[in-house]
């Protein structure tokens, strides 16, 4: 069993034509990985990415084998493992992440505020903080392997990966967010934006893969409290982050012990959102 990547959140084993992705409770901010674990929400991201790919499954093929126990490997057959594994297709990873943003926010609003545009899409004047978007937008960035992610725009994406394979990954980022941010809706939150990755399998084809619409990966707000021109809730680490903010931590390692209660209150965002967007219980 070789381990090939431990990032800041995943694990990934070698299987030869297939991997297993282990999913730990770590928790990053400011591209720190945290002291502290939060409890479940390794599950939380196995089992809600689970959902999302089936529930795509029509639009675009993923990487998904299975994530039950007794599909795995023996060596991940243990307790310590339960619903934190995702036996996977091995694929050739696209060197891109794909953001589609429905609603203005974050660095987004930062930038829009500065010049009216977002990652260089010009947008109709007077948007308010956390509105709508007329349209999603498709805002890639680089994959860096150290430091942060670099925005560029679709026609870089075409010199990386060709004017069909470009235009494909565009428009399937955005079918897939449009349709289960429809969807979300109908379950009460709101996804503000989103992350996707795809790789091509050993037809050539075009597969979704690593984790789909999580609040990892994913701003989920609950639609009965949003309100345009403010910042939002959400059902993610944002409440972790904000008591770091505010504990005078410089964003450099290594980062403070988090508070218990800023731990409990993480997880039972997460464990929110899993239930809330597939009405099934977790426990």
Same mark, same amino acid.
């Given at each position: ?86 036996? =996977?297709? /091995? ?9 589609? %943003?429905?609603?203005?926010?974050? #660095? !987004? &609003? ?117 309100? =345009?021109? /403010? ?9 972790? %982050?904000?008591?770091?903010?505010? #504990? !005078? &931590? ?34």
């Amino acid at each position: 069993m070789k381990q090939i990547s431990k990032g800041k959140v995943r694990d990934i084993y070698d299987l030869g034509d297939k991997l297993v992705l282990v999913t730990s409770d770590r928790v990053s901010a400011f591209d720190v990985v945290l002291p502290n674990t939060v409890p479940y929400k390794g599950a939380v991201l196995n089992r809600l990415s689970a959902f999302w790919f089936e529930f795509t499954r029509d639009i675009i093929p993923n990487h998904m084998i299975s994530i039950k126990n007794e599909d795995m490997p023996k060596e991940f057959q243990k307790a310590k493992f339960e619903d934190r594994c995702m036996l =996977v297709k /091995k694929l050739k990873m696209l060197p891109i992440e794909c953001i589609v %943003r429905g609603y203005i926010t974050g #660095s !987004g &609003w930062e930038s829009y505020k500065e010049t009216g545009s977002v990652c260089g899409i010009k947008l109709p004047d007077g948007l308010q903080e956390s509105e709508k978007l007329p349209f999603p937008i498709y805002t890639p960035t680089t994959k860096a392997v150290e430091g942060h992610d670099e925005h560029i725009s679709f026609e870089e994406t075409v010199k990386l990966l060709g004017e069909d394979l470009a235009t494909q990954v565009r428009d399937k980022s955005i079918e897939i967010y449009s349709t289960c941010a429809e969807y979300a809706k109908t379950r009460g939150i709101i996804i503000a934006d989103t992350k996707f990755e795809f790789g091509i399998d050993e037809n050539g084809s075009l597969v979704l893969a690593d984790e789909v619409l999580t609040p990892d990966s994913s701003r989920f707000w609950p639609a009965d409290e949003y309100e =345009v021109g /403010k910042s939002q809730k959400s059902y993610d680490k944002q409440y972790l %982050r904000d008591w770091l903010k505010n #504990s !005078g &931590w410089d964003k450099t390692p290594p980062a403070p012990e988090i508070p218990e209660k800023v731990i409990a209150f993480t997880t039972d965002k997460y464990l929110d959102a899993f239930e809330t967007l597939t009405n099934i219980a977790f426990f």
